[in-house]
């Protein structure tokens, strides 16, 4: 039996790859692996079925016969160290591309996700406009360090890996901020990462969910 992945049954991005079921579809799909995916509605996902599988009632979650997994970076490592391709054979490469992984969730995304958010949520707030230059200055410290890393190379550290996966789902969150615009090389690397086909099977398959509950 393939291993069964959660996604929203109507995703609040609407269809633009970045609610964080697209990192496992897109990890399952570049080891090709196949996966079995069920929908889950924002009322379920608070029910004991589901908070027994993710306790904090959020998705995605990977159920792989007695293996229950929740949290993206857990269960993109672990398809990693499962199947070939998204890991160095080396020692060292491998453990560099572990540290690429949670440099994207923990350096990265904290300071991009409070941005989005902002940008989302408190745009009629008093404190909006004052608040939203500190909060993209803290985004743009990061993108200028990764700036420095990235430039010339195609990838973080040689060849594609789960590194690279994590970061590039983790900057898609800043598509239509325009903060990309200003570091070319990222937005090239962000490009190279979604021009990948596992990526655009990962990206057509979610997107063909929030389609067909957008007719219903």
């Known amino acids: 039996m393939p291993p069964t992945i959660t996604a929203f049954e109507n995703s609040p991005d609407r269809g633009k790859g970045q609610a964080r079921d697209m990192r496992l579809r897109w990890a399952l799909e ?13 009322t379920a996902m608070k029910q004991p079925a589901h908070l027994a599988l993710h306790p904090f009632g959020q998705i995605p979650t990977y159920e792989d016969g007695d293996l229950a997994l929740f949290e993206t970076g857990a269960i993109v ?8 391709g998204l890991l160095p054979v080396a020692p060292s490469a491998r453990a560099r591309a572990i540290a690429w992984m949670f440099a994207a969730l923990s350096t990265l995304e904290p300071p991009i996700v ?6 989302l949520f ?3 707030s008093s404190w909006y406009a004052e608040r939203l230059p500190m909060l993209q200055d803290r985004v743009r410290t990061r993108l200028g360090e990764l700036s420095r890393h990235i430039s010339g190379a195609d990838w973080l550290d040689g060849a594609f890996s789960a590194g690279d996966l994590m970061m590039v789902t ?7 901020s325009g903060l990309l615009d200003e570091y070319p090389d990222i937005a090239a690397y962000v490009a190279r990462g979604e021009a ?12 063909a969910v929030f389609n067909a509950a957008s007719r219903s």
Do not use: C, K, W
């Open 77 to 84: 490592l672990h398809i990693a160290e499962r199947h070939a």
């Open 196 to 207: 990948r086909p596992a990526f655009r099977r990962a990206f057509d398959a979610q997107l």
């Open 114 to 119: 409070e941005l989005t958010m902002a940008m």
């Open 122 to 124: 408190e745009r009629d």
């Open 30 to 42: 570049e080891v090709g692996q196949p996966y079995d995916v069920r929908l889950v509605s924002f």
């Open 170 to 176: 983790v900057l898609r969150r800043l598509n239509t």
